[in-house]
T-cell receptor
């Protein structure tokens, strides 16, 4: 089966511009997660979709970040306007079953965002 | 909180055994995961412990002690391709949909 796919793999934008990241989860996976890894730091949770609904968005840094998952398939994460501190690798992950004890998460290769 | 600590970097020799430790302090616990991440690639699932004890999968084994908030990943017969970052992740009980990651341990395997 195809894995989690993220696009683009790299993005370099200027401060103040807008960038939209896309994630296509594994087919049939209801749970979709966005994570971010800032250089030298741990991978941090951003938000979690169950199908098209936002289950938990407590990790979103601020209102410059907007995530959507229309139709419960692919998801987009928009950063508008981008700031320097938004630079990092944005990972998407999906899983089939979010109940207790049902691993694992399947990760995409990530989008490396550089804001200059 | 969900503080997760693991060494930043380790070096080992090809063919040897290496143990990567992970300690965590969490308000809840639903499982501990180890992921391998090569530079520029996605983290890939290695192992999962929910009960105390040792889980063995080929050259890789993972141990968990819930009472001590401690886990380790044991890599045997090291190969050069094992050079990667190893991420310890805790799946929290009260937020069971959340994985919390340590900063990762960069393992360098030398000939």
């Amino acid at each position: 089966e195809a894995g989690v796919t993220q696009f683009p793999s790299h993005s370099v934008i200027e401060k103040g511009q807008t960038v939209t990241l896309r994630c296509d989860p594994i087919s049939g996976h209801d749970n979709l997660y966005w994570y971010r890894r800032v250089m030298g730091k741990e991978i941090k949770f951003l938000l979690h979709f169950v199908k098209e609904s936002k289950q938990d968005e407590s990790g979103m840094p601020n209102n410059r970040f907007l995530a959507e998952r229309t139709g419960g398939t692919y998801s987009t994460l928009k950063v508008q306007p981008a700031e320097l501190e938004d630079s990092g690798v944005y990972f998407c992950a999906s899983s089939q079953d979010s109940r207790q004890g049902k691993p694992p998460l399947h990760f995409g290769n990530g989008t490396r965002l550089t804001v200059t | 909180g969900q503080n997760i600590d693991q060494p930043t970097e380790m070096t080992a020799t090809e063919g040897a055994i290496v143990q990567i430790n992970c300690t965590y302090q969490t308000s809840g616990f639903n499982g501990l995961f180890w992921y391998q991440q090569h530079a520029g690639e996605a983290p890939t699932f290695l192992s999962y412990n929910v009960l105390d004890g040792l889980e063995e999968k080929g050259r890789f084994s993972s141990f968990l002690s819930r009472s001590k908030g401690y886990s380790y990943l044991l890599l045997k017969e090291l190969q050069m391709k094992d050079s990667a970052s190893y991420l310890c992740a805790v799946w929290g009980l009260y937020n069971f949909n959340k994985f919390y990651f340590g900063s990762g341990t960069k393992l360098n395997v030398k000939p």
